[in-house]
């Protein structure tokens, strides 16, 4: 408040004094108005009273605080300083019992850090990836850390990155408990991801590894979930050696990655343990679940302090998992996880805030006289085999490790430098180069020797074994995305390269995860996506080109003449870089073996083809027999090799099928009768409306090696399998005894197979859907629907699910025994409101095989303007590629009937494509890329009333003026059924047209009408809504000779199901129409509207 009207501007007079100031004595002092006070050109304060007779200014610590300024009060003075930099700006005097400040006169000791305690405190808390004050307090409290002077750690205040990264619903504080005696006597194990940002070399996942006794944890960063197997086994085998400790037990979760015949024997050779927690139970392994939220906390918080970008995940997480191993002290036995594992208490100075900017002192390349010495860069973590910093190099575009480099940790992009030397710090390369024993020694992931595809990158941690210090200098070398063996080099740093079109969009665009180092002299095959670096003689650091105009990639820097490839005009590419080049594109295309040979080579493949061949043993489907007369045909054999993916695209298991080549068999000689039913996309979704409906939950199960069951009533002969071919019998042959896959007959035995097993089970096949399988027991009915391996089943009464998968488990070999949540390509989602029915992934996948992943979206899926038609002057468009994209989009109908018509009308010119149904599917496409995440949902409703919608457009086509028909079928609000199809015969009118439509949409609702009476669902009127009057006409009374004695007598069915009260035809109003959407293209309004 002031006394001082001249002071104010922006003044706002009271109406009527509304507060009266009382001065020391008696006297009082009116509020005349409000206005604000410029004290400095960038610093003005509001809501400043003038107070009338007031003779002094006053001013009050919160009005300060509110305009970015914090005061620190001493004896005789106080110093006003600025928040953000830390740089005073006023000081001020005691005056009697004030404090006095004159704000016309700034402090000109620029320079002065005001640095207490407390403030050293929060720096500290940045620098310790924020771990929590009282954690840090405590270690400082009992020297478990050495490193830390003239510090003191108080929440005094609020760490907003925490709040951004940490904040979560309070929860029970577990008892604290110590249940081990050692370190490495149990492991827990768990995995987390995918974040919705990959790394730079494409990993979704961290596989996190926690010892139970010291709480020590190690990190592992993988592309996909099946290299977990691989990646912990190469871990075990390294923690035992290196500590002298036998693992006696690990627990983890029930998922495949933890779950599978590889793991299971390692850990049977090695009697380790392994325990399971229960299904939906993540308490029981409750210890690796809170480190994951830990890591991913701390992570967040770092990522969030700078606002680094959320790519950079993998180094946060490397840096959180750095750093919890040497904070956090295990209860009951107050060490860190550090010390209780190696012995020695960690030294923590050498830590830095994370993301910070940084100069590197640059060493290498040659300099003018007056160009700076340094390269300004931003710390991204610590080294994982050198005592040095791991900092990313703006100039160069890559994260190198080197401890010639000097901190900005106040800098955010505006703050200012300020000198830290009065608090205690020390230069930054003896820092890192004092850590002390063990402080950044790390105990590396060694990938498998065998397995050449091994996509793991390990997380660097710690080691208990000292190793000397490293040649300080920088010298960059190649770093590979997918190693086969683990190359150290002790005297050069490891480089990473970054992709610079991602690095000028997004300003040093990190999203890689620590990698390993490789010798010089050793080739392997980078990441796609990587630029390449070349090593030279002389070892000067070589630096990627800004712009590549080549397909090769093209360096800068000195290599022999001879060496050079290419002209001058194109840039440099040497003979090592393609040799490079062509192992690289080599290794990547060799992921799933394409022959017996690749297969025969890789460790998990041969594992696969050996369980297959087991199945044949264990199901007796086969015996080695002599090579029977010439009379009976021998069938060769062929391996199939496929990885199974989940709804996520995330590799379950590599999946080696053995196949019988059924083309060589003869009809009447090899086999009978082949026909065998499989369920209808239809009866799926009826299923799941159903299900919905009832809210009860479905579950799916997948019989392993089904076929290998079906008995065969032929006598059938297939030659041995290629690389398994009996070393002493090499001319016999196998007969078989039950089926294999590729026969003819073979779905035809197992569907007869399982059909006798769920008939003596008590089920019911259905009366016109022979995969439908039902079974009452008690008044409750379970259902069972059938896709030749696959199983839906589900009942309201979970005992009956329960006994029945016990059952099938008891009889077959199951795979898979889950709720149902991916199935044929779908994609399920199972609430309590209802079911939701997607194919997000397949969408995803023809986005991208087709390369639309960045077109311009669409708001429908074709323009009503548009007419296709066999033009013969346009642009012919290659065949395959044009039913390629016909064919994908078909089955993405399945559960997109908004596209349906549309894929329809292009799928007529397969025969001939030309450019203009090219641009049509490219249109469907981007309107798929404006839609993404579109499906059915079936909601939990109090009706389930069967309705259909029947609809014609009159002469459609308009190259040969058919009709098209468009017709959907609703079991309550859940749409399960739909078509459109252009009419096989020219209408003459559209009463006709509209009664063939109506006609065909008859056909359909009694089929589902009869499938419902095996769900014990009887209707009596199935509804049928027309918007044609006369149509409806047509098929209640044979009126108008005339007009209707030439249509085909099969659509009069339509009549007589009419008369005989089956269907019930009705009229709609043509803005109630939903089969509209099915007959024609529509504007953007009503498309939406039918949508929806």
Known sequence: MTGDSNLLYDFMQAIRPYMSIVFGGVSKGQVIGLGKVAITNDMSIANVMLVQSLQYHLLSVRQLASVGYDALFGLTNVKVFKRDTLKVAFIGELDGNLYTVDFLKESTFHTTCLMAKADMGWLWHRRLAHVGMRNLQNLLNGNHILGLTNVSFKKDRVCSACIAGKQHQSKHPPKNIVSTSRPLELLHVDMF???????????????????????????????????????????????????DKDIKAIRSDNGSEFKNYTLEEFLSDEGIEHQYSAPYTPQQNGVAERKNQTLV???????????????????????????????????????????????????VKYFRVFGCKCFILNKRERLGKFQ?????????????????????????????????????????SHREQVDLNDAGEEDSSQDILNMGVGALLPMEQRPHDDDEDDESISHPQDSSLPVPPQDTSTHIMPVVEDQVGEHVSHSDHTQEQVDLQELDQSMGMFDDEPQQVQREEEYLPPHINDPYVEDVDDGNKVEPRETLTSIMPCVAGRVDIDQILTGVSEGRVTRKQLTNFCAH?????????????????????????QEE???FTRNEVWSLVERPSEEHNVIGTKWI?????????????????LVAQGYSQVEGLDFGETFAPVARLESIRILLAYAAFNGFTLHQMDVKSAFLNGPLQEEVYVS????????HHKDHVYKLHKALYGPKQAPRAWYDHLKKFLLDDGFVVGVIDPTLFTKRENGDLI????????????????????????????????????????????QIQQFQEGIFLSQTKYLKDIVEKFDMTNAKPMKTPMATDVVLNEDTNDIPFDPSTYRSMIGSLLYLCASRPDIMLSVGICARFQASPRESHHTAVKHILRYLVHTPKLGLWYPKDAKFDLIGYSDADWGGDKVGRKSTSGACQFLGRSLVSWSSKKQNCVSLSTAEAGYIAAASCATQLLWMRQTLKDYGITYRHVPLLCDNESAIKISENPIDHPLTKHIDIRYHFLRDHVQKGDIDITHVGTDMQLADIFTKPLSVARFCQLRA
Request: with cysteine.
């Open 193 to 243: 991801g995918p974040p919705s940002w990959a790394s730079l070399g494409g990993k979704k996942y961290g596989l996190v590894i926690v010892d139970d006794y010291s709480r020590y944890t190690w990190v592992f960063f993988l592309k996909s979930k099946d290299k977990t197997k691989i990646t912990f086994i190469d871990f075990a085998k390294q923690a035992q050696r290196k500590f």
């Open 297 to 347: 906390e701390m992570a967040r918080s770092m990522l969030d302090e700078y606002k680094s970008p959320r790519s950079f995940w993998a180094e946060a997480v490397n840096t959180a998992c750095h750093a919890s191993n040497r904070l956090f002290l295990r209860s009951i036995l107050e060490k860190t996880p550090y010390e209780l594992l190696t012995g020695n208490k960690p030294n």
């Open 372 to 412: 700076s010495k340094t390269t300004e860069g931003i710390f991204v973590g610590y080294g994982s085999n050198s005592h040095a910093y791991r900092v990313y190099n703006k100039s160069t575009g890559c994260v190198i490790e080197t401890c010639d480099v000097t901190f900005d940790e106040f800098n955010r």
């Open 585 to 609: 594109f080599s290794f990547v295309s060799s992921t799933v073996p394409h022959r017996v040979q690749e297969a025969l080579c890789d460790n998990d493949w041969l594992l696969a083809m």
């Open 613 to 615: 061949l087991n199945n």
């Open 641 to 657: 090799f496929k990885n199974k993916e989940d709804e996520n695209g995330t590799v379950l298991r590599n999946k080696a099928r």
């Open 720 to 727: 041995q399998p290629p690389g398994f071919v009996e070393p």
């Open 783 to 826: 259902l069972c629907q059938i896709y030749v391996d696959d199983i839906i089943f589900g009942s309201p009464n979970i005992h009956l699910c329960k006994k029945f998968a016990a059952s099938m488990t008891k009889t077959f070999e199951m795979s898979l025994n889950t709720d149902l949540k991916f199935f044929l390509g779908f």
